[in-house]
């Protein structure tokens, strides 16, 4: 706006100096046939003429002699005025061109434009000059306020502008902050509190881009929060793994660990993540698994003892190596399945067949050698052959007894676990009294007296003919090792824990010899006897505990011994006195 100013005013400054210069020169050609005239005759009419046609015309007119004096002037006294030849419009007049001059008037003392035309001069016979000046003042005050007008316009137009501008930055950036802090939001992972950019009073433009982050930051959103639950689905997995699992990373250093570990290990979970594997996993073997698979890139398996406890742990140890996406080798990770009770389950199934072929091979070769015997001639010597059978019934009998106990067992073992034990509340008394009805003449024989000790009212979750077989059992150990004319006590109590579950105690205490302290751990084993000599004449299988200890588990209770070698034994089993 400025620069077009500038050459507006430049322009129309020069064209109207154009103008001006032609105009004076046509005036100045209009009156010079007069002057010409009246330079032929008198001073006086000469300057008549010019002041008059001056005023008339606004104008000023000299008329100037070939030296350059002035002959006549319209504004001021000719006498007066200095010698004119040298001004600028006078010289190319002189020379027969029309001059031209804009400056200021040294006379009037203002701006003036000059033009001067070559004339005949009668009185001097010589050429002369005709000048003719105007004012220019008006018109360059007129062009300055112009100008400054457009000046004015110029800076009202920057001004409204700039107030749009703002409007229009305004009206951009606030969507572009908002979009900023959406974008921050984002990046903080603060998804719960996402900003939805409005795309209201937005540019389209603006709005599409609002449009697109929203939808892109709903997808992030989405992922993050399926990212979230598949890694909250991996946590569970991992930490509910049974098998102990520890993640290492290439340096040796612990990724993660799980609870099964960090408890294999006794270290609690949140101290081990980021330690060397060393500080944390002190077994020889295991480190070596790792560096193997981390060098050779291998997977390892191996069994290892540990010994963190007293008791040793037996681990089934594998080490996988750990790849990223691009199948680069980034740690190992190692897991460990603890066989320490599936060794003792092993252990006892060996040791149960091995008692079991034990206990009955036993009777089998009596009644083989015997048998053998009669064929071989003892058949005909009556007192031996009628010996010999008693013999061969008894261990008959005793085979019968084992292979009857077994069989009880397994039954039991069988139904606690298919569940088809029922239990229904009934009164532990009866069970008592018939148990020793049972077991009454085997205590008569050794004259002991049997007292049962029960509230009759007392009530628990039984199977009665299972409880029953297991207070025989007992009865009749009590019977079996405790002396002639002896006691033996039949007693049942309720009592409360301090959780408020009722439980009933039975127990059968006598006054036998009692047993050993180092026995009473392994007791109620398969086959378990402390003297074998001994229970194999009371007619025992050495399982008649252990039948106990299953019915007991049966009805959700355990059986317990307490003994003082010398002083006799109580054997108690404890029930719940509810139904669960
Ligand atoms: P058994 O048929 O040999 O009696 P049990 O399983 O009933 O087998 O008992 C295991 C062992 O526990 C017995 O061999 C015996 O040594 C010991 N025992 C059981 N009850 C008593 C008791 N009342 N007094 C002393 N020892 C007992």
Known sequence: MLLAAWLATTTGRSFYIERLKEEVRERALLIQPTITTLSRGQDQPLQEFVRQTGRRAATRITVIDHDGVVLADSNEDHLLMDNH??????????????????????????????????????????????????????????????QWRMFGIGLAVIGLAALFSLYCARRISRPLEEMKRGAEQLTRGRIDQLVKISSENMSLEMAGLAGSINQMAEQINRRIRIIIQQRNELEAVFSSMADSVVAIDADKNIIRMNQAATALFALPSEVVKGKAVQGVIRNAYLLEMIDCTLIHNTQQAQKITLYNGTDPIILQTHTVPLRDEDNKSMGVLLVMNDLTKLNRLEHIRQDFVANVSHELKTPITAIKGYVETLLDGALDDQDNA?????????????????????????RIEDQSNTKEITLTKGEVGPVLESALQTCALQADEKNITVQIECDKEILAAINQPLLEQAVINLLHNAIAYSPQDSRITLRCAGSKTMRGEELVHLSVADNGPGIAKEHLPRLFERFYRCDKARSRDQGGTGLGLAIVKHIAQAHDGTVEVESIPGKGSTFSITLPATIK
């Open 85 to 146: 030849a040298t001004r600028s419009e006078v010289v190319p007049a002189l020379a027969g061109e029309t001059g031209y001059s804009l400056r200021e008037s040294k006379t009037l003392g203002e701006s003036m434009l000059y033009a001067a035309i070559p004339i005949e001069l009668r009185t001097s016979g010589h050429r002369g000059v005709l000048r003719l000046a105007i004012p220019t003042t008006p018109v360059e005050a007129m062009l300055i306020s112009l």
């Open 386 to 410: 009628r010996r010999f059978l008693e013999i061969v019934v008894r261990q008959a009998n005793r085979l019968d007894a084992i292979v009857d106990d077994l069989l009880t067992l397994s």
